[in-house]
């Protein structure tokens, strides 16, 4: 499954930014989609995932500042992050992870190791 995030940029602390991940040869709403970012010098972490159903889940640091949804006219995953502090500072990636895994999405989906399939990133800065 090929990825496509994009949407990233330079943007002062308190400001918003609107990424979007896109699966151009598939339905990337039928799978279930994760948003990681890696800082300079930090492992990769988990942000935001939505279930193919729907649910979603947040990381502690960005409930409440950023969304994730699905826009399903434009077969992307969007993640709407508002704001945003110098900390969020990072390359995002969207993962996914297709439907009928063996261990079940709700308890696996802050783990990279639960996605196959990974886009190449989209670069946010927050100026502070």
């Known amino acids: 499954v090929q990825l496509q995030a994009c949407g990233g940029g330079l943007v002062q602390a308190g400001g918003s930014l609107t990424l979007s991940c896109a699966a151009p040869?598939?339905?990337?709403?039928?799978?279930?989609v994760g948003w990681f970012r890696r800082a300079p010098g930090k492992e990769r972490e988990f942000v935001a995932a939505?279930?193919?159903?729907?649910?979603?889940y947040y990381a502690d640091s960005v409930k409440g500042r950023f969304t994730i949804s699905k826009d399903n006219a434009k077969n992307t995953v969007v993640l709407q992050m508002n704001s945003l502090k110098p900390e969020d500072t990072a390359v995002y990636l969207c993962?996914?992870?297709?439907?009928?895994?063996?261990?079940?999405?709700?308890?696996?989906?802050?783990?990279?190791?639960?996605?196959?399939?990974w886009g190449q990133g989209t670069q946010v800065t927050v100026s502070s």
């Open positions: 939505i279930r193919w159903s729907g649910e979603t």
């Open positions: 993962a996914v992870r297709p439907r009928g895994q063996a261990t079940a999405f709700s308890t696996t989906y802050h783990s990279r190791t639960s996605y196959p399939y």
């Open positions: 040869e598939r339905t990337i709403s039928m799978f279930n």
